[in-house]
C-alpha cells in the first residue's frame, strides 16, 4: 500500500475510534436522560395519586383520607403487626437517648475501667487546629479529653487564631497548667495556613505511638481511648475508627444523626468519606503515606484516609472498626456538618482527593460525579479497559409473557454490542412458549439448550447454561426481570472487570416502584441466612446515610442479576448444586469472598424484578400451599437454609462486616437495636 494508503487508512482509523468514544458518550447520556425520565414519570405518577391531587374537594380530601388510611394498615398487615411496627419506631427513637451522655459508663463499672491495667501502653497524640474556636466549644473539648477514662493521651494544638480571639491560647494555657507536664502540647502559629498546614503543625508536637485527629467544635466519648485500647490489646491495628453521630445546639443529646458504619470497604470510601471521625492510626502509618496535603483543603480528611487505609489494609488486622458511637460531630451555622454548601470548595477538593487516588491505582479515564444524596457522596463512573463478550444465562419453564418482556428489553434496550443469550430451557409444555422459542431460534445472539430434571434444580440450570455460553463475562438473569437501564451492561461491566472483584449485582424494583433488591447482608432474616437490604423501600429512597446513591461492598448480590467473570465462577466450581433452590447465589458470593474478592453492588443499573408474576398468584399460591408438593418444597429450602449456616457457620458467627452490629437482624432497613452502653470486660 502506497504511503498516501497508509494515511488514508489511519485516518479513517482515528476517525472510526472518535466516532465511537462520541457514540459510547451519548449512549452514557441517553441512559442517564431515561433515568431521570423514568424517576420524573413516577414522582408524576405519585403526585397524581398524592393527598394534594385528591383534594380538590373536601368530600374528596375525607374520601382520599380514608382510602389512604385503609392502603396502610393493609400494607402493614394485621393490627397485632401495626403495633410491632409502631413499637419498632419507638424502640429507635429511644435509641438516640442511648448513646448520649446515658451511654456513659458510671459507678463501679467506671471505675473498673479506670483500673484496667493494659499489657501495652499506647499514647495518643490527639491532634486538634485551632482557629477562632469559640470559649464555649473549646472549654468543652477540653473537658471531654480530660474525662477519658483511659489516660495515655497528649493533645496536640496548633492555634491559627487572630488577635480578636487570643483568649484560645489563654484557655489552653489553663488547662495546660491544671494538668501539669507537657501532655497538653500547643503551639502559636505566626499566620493561619489553613487546616492542612495548621493540622501538620500538630503533628510535629506530637510524641505518641498513634495520631488521632478531632475537630476543634467537637466532643469526644469519654471511653473512646478506653474502646481503642481494648482492641490494641489483643490486635497489632493500624488503624482504628469507630462509629459517630452528629448533634445541635449545645447538648450531645440533641443529636441529628447516628451514623453506624460498616467495616472497612475501599469501594464505599472511594465514593463517600463514611469512616471521618473518630479514627486513630500508627505513627509509622503517616511515615509512609505522608500527612494532610494543602491542595485538598476542605476535604483533607478525606485525601488522608484514603491513602492511610489503603496501606494499613496490607496487614493483618490492619484496620478494625469499633461498632459504638464514640464521636460526637457538632453542627452549627458555617459547619459542614451543618451545610456542606457552607464550603463549597470542600466538594471539588473531594473529588480531587478521590481522584488522586484513583489515579494512583492506575485507574484512567473515569469520571466523578455529586450525587442527589449528598454533594460529596460520589458516582464514579469507571472507563472499560475493554469490550469483552459477555453471555446473559436465563433459566426458564414456560412463562412465555415474562420471558418475551425479558428478551425483549435486552435486545431493544441494551447498548452494549458484544453479548449472548443463553436459555436454558426445563421442562416447559405450553405451546406459547414453544412457538416463541422457534421465532428465538432465528436470532443470532440467542442460543437455547434443554436441561431435563426429575427435581427442580437452579443450581444446576445455571451451571448447564454456563457451560453452553462463550462470553468471558457472565450474567445470571431471572427469566422475570426487565431491563431499565440501557447501559446496564457497562454498569456492571466497569467493576467485574476489576481483578479484585467477584460478583456485581443491581439494583432491582418490584412493578409498584419499591426496591427489591439493593445488597444481601448475611445473617439478615428469620431463618437468620441471608436478606435484602432497604427492602421495599420507594425508589427514589435515599437508602440509611444517602447508601442507595452510590456503587459499595457487599458481602452478597443476588442471582437474579448477577455478573461475574468466568474465570472466578469456574474457580469457585460454580453455583453449588447442593442448594438447588434458595441461597445459591449468597453462597456463590462468599466462595468469590474467600477467594480473595469483593462483591459490589451498584444502584446506577436498574432493573424491575416481576417476582411475584413467576411465583404465581395468590390463589395459586393456596393450591400449592395444599399440594403435598409445597410441603416437599418448604422442606427443602429449610434443609437448604440448615445447610447453609452450617457450611458458613464461622462467617456467620461473626457477623456481615458490612452491616453494623447496632442494626437488629430482624429488619431490612437499617433499624436500630437497643444495645447496651460499651461494657467493662
Not at 354 to 370: C, D, N, P, Q, R
Not at 594 to 605: C, D, E, K, L
Request: hydrophobic residues 35%; contains cysteine; proline residues 2%.
Amino acid at each position: 500500500m502506497s504511503e498516501d494508503g497508509k494515511d488514508l487508512a489511519g485516518y479513517y482509523k482515528e476517525l472510526y475510534v472518535k466516532e465511537k468514544e462520541k457514540n459510547e458518550q451519548l449512549v452514557t447520556e441517553l441512559a442517564d436522560l431515561e433515568a431521570k425520565h423514568e424517576e420524573l414519570s413516577h414522582k408524576v405518577d405519585v403526585l397524581k395519586h398524592s393527598l394534594i391531587y385528591r383534594a380538590i374537594t373536601p368530600f374528596r380530601l375525607v374520601w382520599s383520607h380514608m382510602k389512604n388510611a385503609v392502603i396502610r394498615v393493609k400494607r402493614l398487615g394485621s393490627l397485632s403487626e401495626v403495633i410491632r411496627k409502631l413499637k419498632s419506631k419507638k424502640i429507635e427513637r429511644s435509641a438516640y437517648k442511648l448513646h448520649g451522655t446515658e451511654s456513659f459508663l458510671t459507678g463501679e463499672e467506671l471505675e473498673k475501667a479506670k483500673n484496667t491495667k493494659f499489657k501495652k501502653q499506647h499514647v495518643f497524640s490527639i491532634l486538634i487546629p485551632l482557629y477562632n474556636t469559640p470559649e464555649g466549644f473549646l472549654r468543652e473539648l477540653l473537658d471531654c479529653i480530660e474525662s477519658q477514662i483511659y489516660g495515655g493521651w497528649e493533645l496536640c494544638f496548633a492555634d491559627g487564631s487572630d488577635d480578636e480571639h487570643s483568649y484560645v491560647g489563654d484557655i489552653v494555657s489553663e488547662y495546660a497548667a491544671h494538668e501539669g507536664g507537657d501532655r497538653i502540647r500547643y503551639k502559636k502559629l505566626e499566620k493561619n495556613g489553613g487546616i492542612s498546614e495548621n493540622t501538620n503543625a500538630c503533628f510535629d508536637l506530637a510524641t505518641g505511638d498513634y495520631y488521632a485527629l478531632m475537630d476543634h467544635d467537637d466532643i469526644l466519648h469519654p471511653s473512646a481511648l478506653y474502646e481503642f485500647m481494648k482492641v490494641l490489646e489483643d490486635k497489632d491495628a493500624w488503624f482504628i475508627y469507630s462509629d459517630e453521630a452528629t448533634f445541635k445546639g449545645g447538648s450531645i443529646n440533641d443529636m441529628v444523626t447516628l451514623h453506624f458504619k460498616p467495616d472497612y470497604a475501599p469501594d464505599n470510601l472511594r465514593a463517600n468519606n463514611y469512616i471521618c471521625h473518630f479514627s486513630a492510626f500508627k505513627r509509622e502509618l503517616v511515615d509512609k503515606v505522608g500527612r494532610f496535603r494543602s491542595e485538598y483543603d476542605g476535604s483533607q480528611d478525606h485525601d488522608l484516609l484514603l491513602r492511610l487505609t489503603k496501606e494499613a489494609a496490607k496487614h493483618e488486622d490492619g484496620i478494625v472498626h469499633v461498632p459504638h458511637i464514640l464521636y460526637y460531630w457538632r453542627s452549627h451555622a458555617g459547619s459542614t456538618a451543618a451545610d456542606i454548601n457552607a464550603k463549597t470548595y470542600a466538594i471539588e477538593a473531594a473529588k480531587k482527593a478521590v481522584a488522586s487516588t484513583l489515579t494512583e491505582e492506575g485507574y484512567s479515564g473515569f469520571k466523578i460525579e455529586s450525587t442527589k444524596a449528598f454533594p460529596t457522596i460520589f458516582r464514579i463512573r469507571y472507563a472499560l479497559k475493554e469490550r469483552p463478550k459477555v453471555s446473559i444465562v436465563i433459566p426458564n419453564r414456560d412463562h412465555a409473557e415474562d420471558l418475551k418482556r425479558c428478551i425483549g428489553s435486552i435486545i431493544y434496550k441494551t447498548s452494549y454490542d458484544d453479548f449472548e443469550i443463553v436459555i436454558v430451557e426445563n421442562g416447559s409444555t405450553s405451546d406459547e412458549i414453544k412457538e416463541y422459542y422457534e421465532e428465538l431460534k432465528e436470532s443470532p445472539i440467542v442460543k437455547i439448550i434443554t436441561v431435563q430434571q426429575d427435581i427442580f434444580n437452579y443450581s444446576e440450570l445455571i451451571n448447564k447454561g454456563v457451560e453452553a455460553s462463550s462470553g468471558r463475562y457472565i450474567i445470571l438473569l431471572n427469566n422475570d426481570t426487565e431491563i431499565i437501564t440501557r447501559n446496564w451492561i457497562e454498569e456492571m461491566l466497569m467493576y467485574a472487570q476489576r481483578d479484585d472483584v467477584g460478583a456485581v449485582g443491581c439494583k432491582l424494583y418490584y412493578p409498584d416502584h419499591t426496591i427489591q433488591h439493593a445488597g444481601i447482608v448475611i445473617g439478615l432474616g428469620a431463618h437468620r441466612t441471608a436478606g435484602h437490604v432497604h427492602y421495599r423501600l420507594a425508589s427514589s429512597n435515599l437508602g440509611y446515610m444517602g447508601r442507595l446513591c452510590y456503587a459499595q461492598d457487599f458481602t452478597a448480590v443476588t442471582g437474579a442479576c448477577l455478573m461475574v467473570s468466568r474465570e472466578d465462577f469456574d474457580a469457585c466450581g460454580g453455583l453449588d448444586e447442593g442448594f438447588a433452590v434458595a441461597l445459591n447465589d449468597v453462597d456463590l458470593c462468599l466462595k468469590l469472598r474467600h477467594m480473595g474478592r469483593v462483591n459490589i453492588f451498584t444502584p446506577f443499573a436498574e432493573l424491575y424484578h416481576y417476582e411475584s408474576a413467576s411465583r404465581g398468584s395468590d390463589v395459586e399460591k393456596k393450591k400449592a400451599q395444599e399440594d403435598a408438593s409445597y410441603d416437599d418444597r418448604a422442606k427443602r429450602y429449610e434443609e437448604e437454609a440448615e445447610r447453609f449456616r452450617e457450611k458458613w457457620a464461622d462467617d456467620l458467627a461473626v457477623g456481615d462486616p458490612y452491616f453494623n452490629k447496632n442494626f437488629s437482624l430482624d429488619h431490612s432497613n437499617f433499624t436500630l437495636n437497643v444495645l447496651p452502653a460499651p461494657m467493662v470486660e
